[in-house]
């Protein structure tokens, strides 16, 4: 039994600390985006 609740455990927070991962992963993507499409309107604006 206090195996399955160490397993459960430890899977709990491996989960916990991939969706901080993936979340922040996401985010800086975002950021990518955001960079690139502003560039995108100031390269527009000098034409």
Do not use: H, W, Y
């Not at 991962?21 to 034409?47: C, L, P």
């Amino acid at each position: 039994m206090k195996t399955l609740i160490g397993l459960v455990m430890l899977l709990s927070i491996g989960l916990l600390i991939g969706c901080n991962t993936i979340d922040g992963a996401g985010q800086d993507i975002e950021r990518g985006g955001e960079a690139v499409s502003d560039t995108a309107k100031e390269v527009q604006k000098s034409m």
